[in-house]
């Protein structure tokens, strides 16, 4: 019946929305089709959810209907209010995001009620006079707009030279400018990426992976006695530059290390999925191989039962020592944004300005849990690149070319570098 089908695509609509809300992260492309999922969702709910139906009934309790009043304007609200306290503060823990998400409800309230309202009341403002008021209002906004773009604004503010330092590390689609300049593709070895690029930087993002991935990727040398093979996500193929210049000749570089892949168990030959395929893939050539080392490497989901459960695993096929590196010290925002607006004419090399205090905890947790044996092993990242006194920004005396990381926490070339010869090359090559 129709009021059955309603039902139905009521709830598949709060579903889609729901499971956009819970599921999307920083890894979601986008724009993309992913975001057909909310939009489709909020579809079904403006067609189907009717007053007869349970989700029309549950969307039009009071409670409901006052978030969607308020909803525009908080959503104006909420923006200066987040971009002032990152300016001013730059720590964006979860108390801190919570009190500005409410203060924006409240001051949405406010304009809502003694300015929405009010001007939506046609005898209180009639058309002429909202006429006037929007030019008027618009001219003013663009006159204060202008005049600080050409007196006051941002791009006068900021030096030339801090300007090309942030330009430098502009990593934007479909230019990826800095990969481009500083030859990532190759350093990082992205020719063992399952993931598509290109159709990522064409904005066409599939989770369909690569028919095949280079064969130096995986096919073992024999004219090289020793072998250690990479496993993970980018914050596994960071790793990579540090190794190639590091360890001795006699050593072979394997390699499956697919963006966005966490490494897990049990993963199906999935051709519709890259990371469900990488991941067999990856244990496929592990198994196959038996590397001397295999280094385990990912951006977050670090549990001791995890690692342990692969670790051992790994060992069961073959595998000599398993390597797990922690997490990068993670930054709230890109750290060039923060050397550039806090840091510029600090002369320290390591800072807690714009620090995100979770990878410290995790990794502090596994460090003092981690049951260390001859075979399986956690090597932390932060504590060779922190320590009291903060993390490293930047090695040597050029903030450009030492920067650790052009972003959130991947590790640049020369920060691999120094991570892997203070901390892992011995656990490694002893």
């Not at 350093?187 to 028919?211: E, W």
Request: net charge neutral; proline share 4%.
């Amino acid at each position: 019946s129709r009021k059955k089908t309603s039902e139905v695509f009521g709830f598949i609509g709060l579903a889609l929305i729901g499971y956009s809300v819970f599921a999307f992260n920083e890894f979601t492309p986008f724009p993309s089709l992913y975001a057909l999922i909310p939009t489709v969702g909020t579809g079904l709910i403006i067609i189907f959810a009717t007053s007869e139906t349970v989700v029309g009934r549950f969307l039009g309790i009071k409670p409901m209907v006052g978030i969607g009043l308020l909803s525009y304007s908080a959503y104006l609200w909420h923006q200066p209010l987040f971009v002032f306290a990152r300016h001013r503060s730059i720590q964006e823990g979860t108390t801190l995001l919570f009190a500005l998400s409410m203060f924006s409800m409240l001051l949405a309230y406010v304009s809502w009620r003694f300015v929405e309202k009010p001007f939506r009341d046609k005898k209180l403002v009639s058309k002429k006079n909202l006429l006037i008021f929007s030019v008027a209002g618009s001219i003013g906004f663009a006159s204060i707009g202008l005049a600080g773009n050409y007196a006051i604004g941002y791009a006068r503010q900021i030096e030339a030279d801090k300007l090309e330092f942030l330009n430098y590390f502009d990593n934007s689609i479909p230019e990826m400018k800095y990969f481009e300049k500083e030859g990532i593709w190759g350093k990082f070895r992205y020719q063992c990426d399952f993931f598509d690029i290109q159709k990522y930087r064409d904005g066409k993002v599939t989770f369909v992976p690569l028919d095949s991935i280079a064969d130096k990727c995986f096919v073992r040398d024999d004219t090289m006695p020793y072998s250690v093979f990479l496993w993970g996500d980018s914050h596994a193929q960071q790793l990579y530059p540090g190794l190639q210049s590091s360890l001795p000749a006699d050593w072979q570089i394997l390699q499956v290390t697919t963006s966005a892949t966490y490494p897990k168990l049990n993963a199906r030959e999935n051709r519709s999925n890259y990371q469900e395929y990488s991941n067999w893939f990856a244990y496929k050539v592990i198994k196959d191989v038996k590397p001397d080392v295999v280094i385990v490497g990912q951006n977050a989901r670090h549990k001791i039962g995890d690692m342990l459960e692969i670790g051992e695993s790994l060992r069961s096929v073959g595998v000599k020592k398993v390597v797990f590196t922690g997490p990068t010290p993670k930054w709230t925002s890109h750290l060039p944004d923060i050397i550039a607006s806090h840091l510029w004419n600090d002369p320290r090399r390591k800072t807690t300005v714009g620090l995100d205090e979770v990878n410290l905890a995790i990794d502090r947790y596994i460090k003092e849990n981690f049951p260390q044996s001859e075979t399986i092993r956690y090597v932390s990242i932060i504590a060779s690149l922190c320590d009291s006194n903060g993390c490293v920004t930047y090695l040597g005396d050029d903030k450009k070319t030492g920067i650790s990381s052009w972003d959130y926490g991947h590790l640049t070339p020369v920060a691999s570098k120094f991570f892997v010869e203070n901390s892992l090359l011995s656990e490694i090559a002893e």
